[in-house]
């Protein structure tokens, strides 16, 4: 018997489907920049090599620092508990 994959896109086959998939990236898009204390939407797009976790897909944040092509971003989960991810630009819209 063989182990079940516990990927980053297991149990996403519905939502990687033509009509769910996001439109291909334009300059724009990666070239984004922001000021620390945006406020910004997570927002996968295009490419799926460095997406962050589907579970933080339209999650609402604020810019705390910036890391080479990336941001990291701070949004709270509850009253007690914060997180920070990093998340690259091309990932990110203005709030």
Avoid: C, W
């Amino acid at each position: 018997m063989s182990q079940r994959s516990h990927g980053l896109f297991v149990g996403r086959t519905r939502q990687l489907a033509r009509h769910h998939k996001p439109s291909k990236l334009g300059i724009t898009e990666l070239i984004k920049n922001f000021t620390i204390g945006d406020k910004v939407i997570i927002m996968p797009k295009g490419n799926f090599k460095n997406i962050p976790h589907p579970r933080y897909k339209g999650r609402i944040g604020t810019v705390v620092e910036r890391r080479g092509g990336a941001y990291v971003v701070k949004f709270d989960v509850s009253k007690s508990i914060t997180r920070r991810i990093i998340v690259p630009q091309m990932h990110l819209d203005k709030a």
